[in-house]
C-alpha cells in the first residue's frame, strides 16, 4: 500500500460527459501529480501541483482540468469525454515540489471507460 | 528532452530462471534520477527502486538487483531465481534536475514467469 488514495476505482460513463476522480496524497506529501496510462501513449504525464498551486503541465488536453484543495487532496476534471480517453488515470504524491530528488509514490489508479 | 528506452516488450523465462530487464535512458542533464516501477496485474504501480546519478554502486535487495553504468546510459534488472508473483510489467523512468523534472517513462516490459 502506497498510501496514495484514488477514488473511484472503475468508472464507466457515455461519451460527451463529465468525470471527476479523486485522490488523496500520502501523508505529509504536498506534490501531487496525475498520469494517464493508454495502451498506445503508455505513461503519460499531465499535471502536477504543489502545496495548492500548479507547478507542471504535460500532456493534458484542454477538456481535462485539476486542482489540488487546501487539505492537499486533488481533483482530476474529465469533460467532453470521448472513446479515446478510456484509460488509466495514475495519481501520485512526493514530499516535495520536484520529481528529481524525491520518489514519487503511485495510488492504485483509476480505470475510465467510456463507451 | 528525456527519453527512457525499454527494448525488451515482452520477455518470458520459466521460475528460478535469472532474468534481466533492459533499460536505457538519453538526458542532458548531469544531475538526474533512475526508478523501476512494477506493475501486476492488478495495475498498481509499485515503487521498487530509485538512484541518482552520482551513485553508480550498485544495489542489490533479496532477489532484485540493479546495475547503474553512466558509461552506457543504462539501468538494468536483475531478478535471480524468477517466481511466478514476479510476472508483471515493469517500467524504468527517468527524472531530471533540468527542465523535465516529472517522470518520463519508457515503454514497460511484460515479464511473464512459468510455472
Known amino acids: 500500500d502506497s498510501g496514495v488514495t484514488q477514488t473511484p476505482k472503475h468508472l464507466i460513463t457515455a461519451t460527451g460527459q463529465r468525470v471527476t476522480l479523486r485522490c488523496s496524497p500520502r501523508?505529509?506529501?504536498?506534490?501531487v501529480y496525475w498520469y494517464q496510462q493508454s495502451l498506445d501513449q503508455g505513461l503519460q504525464f499531465l499535471i502536477q501541483y504543489y502545496n495548492g498551486e500548479e507547478r507542471a503541465k504535460g500532456n493534458i488536453l484542454e477538456r481535462f482540468s485539476a486542482q489540488q484543495f487546501p487539505d492537499l487532496h486533488s481533483e482530476l476534471n474529465l469533460s467532453s469525454l470521448e472513446l479515446g480517453d478510456s484509460a488509466l488515470y495514475f495519481c501520485?504524491?512526493?514530499?516535495?515540489?520536484?520529481?528529481?530528488?524525491?520518489?514519487?509514490?503511485f495510488g492504485e489508479g483509476s480505470w475510465l471507460t467510456v463507451v | 528532452a528525456q527519453k527512457v528506452t525499454q527494448a525488451q516488450t515482452e520477455i518470458s523465462v520459466v521460475e528460478k530462471e535469472d532474468v534481466t530487464l533492459d533499460c536505457v535512458y538519453e538526458?542532458?542533464?548531469?544531475?538526474?534520477?533512475l526508478f523501476w516501477y512494477k506493475q501486476p496485474p492488478s495495475g498498481e504501480l509499485v515503487f521498487l527502486i530509485r538512484?541518482?546519478?552520482?551513485?553508480?554502486q550498485n544495489e542489490i535487495s533479496g532477489r532484485y538487483s540493479w546495475n547503474f553504468q553512466k558509461s552506457t546510459s543504462s539501468f538494468n534488472f536483475t531478478i535471480t531465481a524468477s517466481q511466478v508473483v514476479d510476472s508483471a510489467v515493469y517500467f524504468c523512468?527517468?527524472?531530471?534536475?533540468?527542465?523535465?523534472?516529472?517522470?518520463?517513462f519508457g515503454s514497460g516490459t511484460q515479464l511473464t514467469v512459468l510455472p
Open positions: 538526458t542532458r542533464d548531469t544531475t538526474y534520477y
Open positions: 501523508s505529509g506529501d504536498l506534490s
Open positions: 538512484r541518482n546519478s552520482f551513485d553508480e
Open positions: 501520485a504524491s512526493s514530499v516535495s515540489g520536484t520529481a528529481s530528488g524525491n520518489t514519487i509514490y
Open positions: 523512468a527517468l527524472s531530471s534536475s533540468g527542465s523535465a523534472r516529472q517522470l518520463t
